[in-house]
């Protein structure tokens, strides 16, 4: 048991101290700008609409022409145009303005990607790696990619991982040498970091037969996995909506048990707490830990979830109860909940507590503390893009933080961009109220 | 009355659930074959004379069905006329509360006639617990939209001068129904004549009679009268004689286009001794197209186009047969539907994972091996699983393009699991071909841009067009469903036109003056 009210004192200590950390704003004007667009978007739900479906189809369009003409098609449908908006579509009604109006908007949708999204390829973004590791923080690779419907794209998904591995690993060994990043108390932490996602490696996803897309994806994640142990890389299976959560668990410890690969490379899992039965996946997952022995001990990253409206609409389209919780507050708790179990469970799992809420962060750093836990032995993680002060914050309290890097052109990076800024924009996610300039109290009060 | 809402469909992710179902097929299996007499008033004759086999595995014997002769016809039909009058004779909210009750009686057993779909139709697991919950939907909605129109109509009313209208039943309501949902599409024709207080006289395919008993059975255990419900199974000739019987005031009919327009036909004929003009709402086939925009998210078309095409070996009248793609992305759009139909799994409906089902019978996949070859023959074949299971009537998943306009494979129906592609300069011109077909069923649009959305729909001339998303699956109440042109006569089914057609609406305009006076 922990004495809640010193924790309680201890992390709005630590979350105080992190605040200040943070850099300010008025250093970066650029991005400002960006937040300020943000902003505006947050507060009309039609304009919101219309700039992220104009985003969404921009490399979709096949000139500057095309793309002013679905941005007009868009704005037509806000009720109430801001005036600069009113001035694009005026801009829109003429040959000429549909050039100049595409060309300013393409470079605006860039400017936003290149927030997210590190490179084009693992090689460009190496230079972005290996500042963030100059800078105290340590980074995983996200290859992005269209949606895999055929055996072929899940071969080259596969062949792009294995590429990727093999081009951070021998990158990574010319870095120099970061203690903080590279080792914990059970032994050392690989540098170069690859998080993968199932669903791109096997066509064959089926809600209803987990088993089906467990056996096409193993087909290609057992050569990735051998690939990580040789080279002494990191494999992150990313966890995605409901329908494949079982394929990936199943996936995860199948392979894992296997022989060859009992002794590496390290691994790790998503654990998301906005599921109403995440209690007993992590029940399943310390059982698994449990049973099997396997090390380097499996990396359990909780987040909270990045699918939450699918998962409810999904939900309410078939008139099933959400599988994920309703008040986000009920899914702060729960996060809490969980870090505390994980924690708890060390050394059987290795802990990541990726999240850019405050709050949930303070939290894990502080019970960790609470219980005697050294902080090499608890990982904090942000998304590149969305995390960027956060994580300057954490380095400078010298905590290990990794940052996801999506890696991949525009037209792969789309979906995950509108992603990232509808949840940056989402009314009760903690940036915007942090951006809305809610204050510290607030910000690091208990779920 | 509680507001209507749909029945949910299982959540197949859930193991307990699979396993639940594993376990009503292996009952079902230990009670086949089914027995499904001529069911008369009390009377039920033998069954047997027709047998319907499992698709998957045709030695065995799924249902031994009887076969209605043309005096079992004329008896149904009096029995029927006799059955109307008492059913009739009860009030909307009566005869509501006996379908709420039938519905209830289909949720209870839901797990076992979604089973007897698997064996019965070869429908894949999500697709017949899916077709349960549908004919659950339309006893609740109808039950519901019944009782409303009872109420009857609003009117003009002046002083010293009564009006009112009302919905009167027809009569006798023949209906015929097909073997593709074999418990929805019935259970919905059925229960509309019911609820507005006809008596029915129901012929089902002759590939799916277990369905079609264990719905009679269910309206019947709820308080249907025997009389009023009536279940002759048979062939075609059964359907024939119904529809020429003078005793039949309004036939309700799903399945293909020849069959409905012969019922039309027949129909028209009004012998000197029938006291009334028949009444046909005939849903018929469909040749169903979907629109790919240059700025179509392929990652959204390809799974959307494969699910609308391929899902029950594509044998819904709703299925995608054409696919009409803008050159700017066919070549990648046609790489990557290849691709996702060679992964297609083709197997039995009772395994889950199962894409691509067998077809129904053996004729139908012959009527599917001579379009694919067709297809090769003026065209190109792009996709095509060589290896298939056995035993059972499996086609092979196909995609083909590069045919000519004219090609049969692009204008005819298919009813199975092929697809054609065709390139188009731009929108316009997909509409226009579109617009050409005589067929105006379902329809697709993957688009991005607001404005062509817009005109598309105002253009298309199908019943129902699915925007972004797949072209199949309409649910009742938020998808009414039917096709315009040869695709089908009648009123939308699931929606709030739909009972209209089995009733007469009748005017009764009172005078209230007396000496001078309104007397009120
Ligand atoms: C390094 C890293 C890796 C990640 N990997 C994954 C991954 O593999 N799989 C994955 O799914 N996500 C992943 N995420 C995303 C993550 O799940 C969250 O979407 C994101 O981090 C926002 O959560 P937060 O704690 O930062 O912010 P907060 O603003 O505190 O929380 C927002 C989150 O709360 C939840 N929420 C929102 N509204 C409600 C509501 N009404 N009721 C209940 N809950 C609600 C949602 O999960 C939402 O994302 C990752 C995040 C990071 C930083």
Not at chain 1, 261 to 280: F, K, M, T
Not at chain 2, 105 to 127: F, N, T
Not at chain 2, 148 to 168: C, F, H, K, W
Request: charge should be negative.
């Amino acid at each position: 048991m922990v004495d809640e009210g010193e924790l309680e004192r201890r992390i709005r200590e630590i979350g105080g101290a992190l605040e200040r950390a943070l850099p300010s704003r008025a250093r970066h004007p650029v991005r400002s700008l960006d937040e300020r667009a943000m902003q505006l978007a947050s507060e009309d739900a039609e304009l919101k609409a219309a700039l992220f479906r104009f985003v969404d189809v921009t490399p979709a369009c096949r000139s500057l022409d095309d793309l002013s003409r679905h941005l007009a098609g868009f704005l037509g449908e806000v009720e109430q145009t801001p005036p600069p908006l009113r001035v694009a579509m005026r801009m829109a009604e003429t040959g000429p303005g549909r050039a100049v109006l595409g060309a300013a908007s393409a470079r605006g949708v860039r400017h936003m990607a290149h927030r997210f999204i590190v490179g084009e390829s693992p090689r460009a973004a190496l230079g972005v790696l290996g500042g963030l590791w100059d800078g105290g923080a340590a980074s995983s690779v996200d290859l992005l990619g269209e949606a895999t419907v055929t055996a072929a794209e899940a071969d080259r998904y596969a062949v792009r991982c294995s590429d990727a591995l093999e081009t951070l690993a021998q990158a990574c060994a010319a870095w120099p040498e970061r203690p903080a990043l590279e080792r914990d108390s059970a032994g050392p932490l690989p540098r170069a970091n690859l998080s993968v996602k199932v669903s791109a490696l096997t066509p064959l996803l089926r809600p209803e037969a987990p088993e089906v897309g467990r056996d096409d994806a193993a087909r290609r994640l057992r050569p990735l996995l051998r690939r990580a142990r040789d080279l002494g890389a990191h494999l992150h299976i990313d966890m995605e909506s409901l329908d494949s959560l079982e394929t990936t668990l199943e996936l995860v410890f199948e392979l894992l048990d296997e022989h060859e690969l009992a002794d590496g490379p390290s691994a790790g899992i998503v654990l998301q707490a906005y599921l109403r039965d995440s209690a007993e996946q992590l029940d399943r997952i310390l059982a698994w830990a449990r049973a099997s022995g396997r090390r380097p001990a499996l990396t359990v990253r909780l987040v909270k979830g990045a699918y939450w409206d699918h998962e409810v609409v999904e939900a309410r389209q078939h008139g099933w109860a959400p599988p994920v919780f309703e008040d986000k507050r009920e899914s702060d708790r729960n996060f809490e909940a969980l870090t505390r179990r994980l924690l708890d469970a060390r050394p059987l799992v290795r802990v990541a507590v990726a999240s850019h809420n405050l709050r949930s962060v303070a939290h894990a750093i502080g019970y960790n503390r609470t219980r005697g836990g050294a902080d090499e032995d608890l990982e904090l993680q942000v998304l590149r893009g969305l995390g960027d002060d956060l994580l300057h914050a954490l380095t400078r309290q010298d905590l290990r933080v990794r940052a996801y890097c999506p890696v991949g052109d525009m037209v792969a990076g789309m979906a995950y961009l509108v992603r990232r800024l509808l949840e940056n924009t989402a009314n009760d996610s903690f940036l915007s109220e942090q951006a809305r300039g809610a204050d510290l109290d607030r910000l690091l009060a208990a779920p | 009355m509680n507001p209507f809402s749909n029945e949910p469909v299982l959540d197949l992710r859930r193991g307990e659930v699979r396993e639940s179902l594993t376990a009503a097929l292996t009952g079902v299996e230990r009670s086949l074959p089914l027995r499904v007499p001529v069911l008369i008033g009390d009377q039920s004759g033998a069954g047997e004379g027709i047998e319907s086999l499992d698709p998957g595995r045709p030695s065995r014997v799924v249902a031994v069905a009887g076969t209605a002769s043309a005096s079992d016809v004329d008896a149904a039909v009096t029995a029927a006329g006799r059955g109307h009058r008492e059913w009739g004779g009860r009030s909307a909210e009566e005869r509501a509360a006996v379908l709420l009750r039938a519905a209830g009686v289909l949720r209870a057993r839901r797990a076992p006639l979604a089973a007897l779909q698997v064996l019965e139709c070869a429908k894949p697991w999500a697709e017949a617990d899916a077709d349960v919950c549908e004919a659950i939907d339309f006893l609740e909605y109808y039950a519901r939209q019944a009782v409303e129109l009872a109420a009857g109509r609003e009117l003009i009313q002046v002083p010293g001068e009564r009006n009112t209208m009302t919905y009167r039943p027809l009569g006798v309501v023949a209906v015929i129904s097909p073997w593709n949902f074999p418990l929805a599409i019935p259970c919905g024709m059925v229960a509309a004549a019911l609820a507005t207080g006809n008596a029915v006289v129901l012929k089902p395919a002759e590939q799916a009679p277990g369905s079609a008993l264990m719905l009679a059975e269910a309206l019947r255990e709820a308080g249907v009268p025997a009389e009023a419900l009536a279940l002759l199974p048979g062939y075609g000739e059964a359907g024939q004689a119904l529809v020429r019987h003078p005793g039949v005031h309004a036939i309700a009919f799903t399945g293909s286009g020849a069959v409905g327009l012969e019922i039309v036909r027949t129909a028209a004929e009004t012998p000197d001794e029938q006291g009334h003009v028949k009444r046909v709402v005939a849903e018929m086939g469909g040749k169903n197209a979907v629109i790919v925009d240059s700025d179509a998210d392929l990652d959204e078309a390809v799974p959307a186009i494969v699910r609308s095409a391929f899902v029950y070996a594509g044998q819904k009248c709703s299925a995608a047969a054409r696919i009409l793609a803008h050159e700017a992305i066919a070549d990648p759009l046609l790489e990557r539907l290849a691709g996702a139909v060679e992964v297609l799994r083709v197997g039995q409906a009772g395994t889950f994972g199962t894409d691509v089902p067998p077809v129904i019978e053996r004729e139908a996949q012959e009527r599917v091996e001579r379009y694919a070859a067709l297809a090769g023959a003026e065209g190109r074949v792009v996709a095509r699983q060589d290896e298939l299971p056995e035993p059972g009537f499996f086609c092979a998943p196909t995609v083909a393009c590069d045919l000519p306009e004219a090609s049969a494979v692009l204008t005819e129906e298919v009813f199975g699991p092929l697809v054609a592609v065709e390139r188009v300069g731009d929108v316009e011109e997909a509409t226009d071909r579109i617009e050409a077909s005589p067929f105006a069923l379902t329809g697709g649009l993957f688009s991005r841009n607001p404005r062509t959305v817009e005109l598309v729909a105002r253009r298309s001339p199908v019943g129902n067009l699915y925007v972004n998303r797949h072209i199949t699956g309409a649910m009742v109440g938020r998808q009414p469903f039917g096709g315009n042109r040869r695709s089908g006569v009648g009123a939308k089914a699931g929606g709030p036109d739909y009972l209209l057609q089995f009733v007469g609406p009748h005017v009764v305009t009172e005078n209230t003056m007396r000496h001078g006076l309104v007397v009120e």
